[in-house]
């Protein structure tokens, strides 16, 4: 009984555990493209004072606008501005199978997906702080698409500190786009060492 329930752990600890492995093999001369997917549609800033809900609605790179409960909008112009950081970690990753693995970018059999996967904003302490916590997570994946193979993936979870809700979509969200282009760079940085090596 002992030895099956310790199965039944291990296969679920498999089951749930994300696949992540870093690259392992020669890719020099090759050429790899960027294939990158929309973000999550909703971008939550939660919690923004102790009693409403503020949530961010649109696409990537799209005006978006600021909602109070998730319902009724705020009358506010101009509306928010969101950057999805995937396009610059993409960008980072090119460069550094560049320089590392002597590829060349192109359209050749390579394709280097990456997504964000969640992004948010909320208040850890809203009794206590006004203060804000950014939750940013992608994927990236590196695949050889003759046979879909996929030779390196990694996933991030980055959460950084951020200041109060004013300051953080003042100027059309200058300071929320700067904080998350900073937890994109950190999102680089592990996925760069952990994946590519």
Not at 37 to 56: K, N
Not at 112 to 133: I, K
Request: proline share 6%.
């Amino acid at each position: 009984m002992r030895a099956a329930l310790v199965c039944v752990v291990l296969l679920y600890g498999c089951a749930s555990t994300p696949r992540e492995h870093p690259l392992r093999e020669p890719l020099a001369g090759r050429e790899v493209s960027l294939s990158r997917a929309a973000p999550p549609p909703r971008f939550e800033l939660q919690g923004a004072s102790r009693s409403e809900g503020y949530v961010v609605l649109g696409t990537v790179r799209g005006n978006v606008g600021v909602a109070v409960g998730g319902a009724r909008p705020i009358t506010r112009d101009p509306v928010l501005r969101l950057d999805d950081p995937a396009e610059g970690i993409g960008n980072g990753l090119l460069d550094t199978l560049q320089s590392r693995h002597a590829v060349r970018r192109g359209a050749g059999d390579l394709v280097l997906h990456v997504r964000t996967t969640a992004w948010n904003a909320e208040l850890p302490d809203p009794a206590n702080s006004a203060r804000y916590r950014i939750t940013y997570k992608a994927e990236a994946r590196l695949v050889d698409s003759n046979g879909g193979r996929t030779l390196a993936e990694h996933r991030c979870d980055v959460r950084t500190d951020a200041p109060g809700f004013a300051e953080l979509v003042a100027n059309d969200g200058a300071r929320l786009n700067a904080e998350l282009a900073r937890a994109g760079e950190r999102c680089m940085a592990e996925l760069r060492s952990r994946m590519l090596g």
